[in-house]
Nanobody
Framework: QVQLVESGGGLAQPGGSLTLSCAAS????????MSWARQAPGKGLEWVSG????????YYADSVKGRFTISRDNAKNTLYLQMNSLKPGDTALYYC?????????????WGQGTQVTVSS
């Protein structure tokens, strides 16, 4: 079965850093475009970043551009999101998903999410 399992969330100070991981199984990860999306309390899903199967092409939402970096290790079936210069507005449940710009859980495969809280 297809599985996407996020980890690495937690509490960070404003200006701090966290690295999220997504372990994939049950499909050909190396052939799949992947995304990170997030959902803050009372808000809808917000696409954050996406990367092509070969990792050459990457896209970022304006809200995180210059602060977050998406990467992947296809040999380990793992997707990463390096989050630097964190802001309170980054507080959300973060999901990994298949697709380059995953914005709805009606499409593709999604993990269970990992919570990121940025607070002083």
């Amino acid at each position: 079965q297809v599985q996407l399992v996020e980890s690495g969330g937690g509490l960070a100070q404003p200006g701090g850093s966290l690295t999220l991981s997504c372990a994939a199984s049950g499909f050909t990860f190396s052939s799949a475009s992947m995304s990170w999306a997030r959902q803050a309390p009372g808000k809808g899903l917000e696409w954050v970043s996406g990367t092509s199967a070969n990792s050459i092409i990457t896209y970022y939402a304006d809200s995180v551009k210059g602060r977050f970096t998406i990467s992947r290790d296809n040999a380990k079936n793992t997707l990463y999101l390096q989050m630097n210069s964190l802001k309170p507005g980054d507080t959300a449940l973060y999901y990994c998903a298949t697709g380059l710009r995953a914005t709805t859980k009606q499409n593709g495969y999604w993990g269970q999410g990992t919570q990121v809280t940025v607070s002083s």
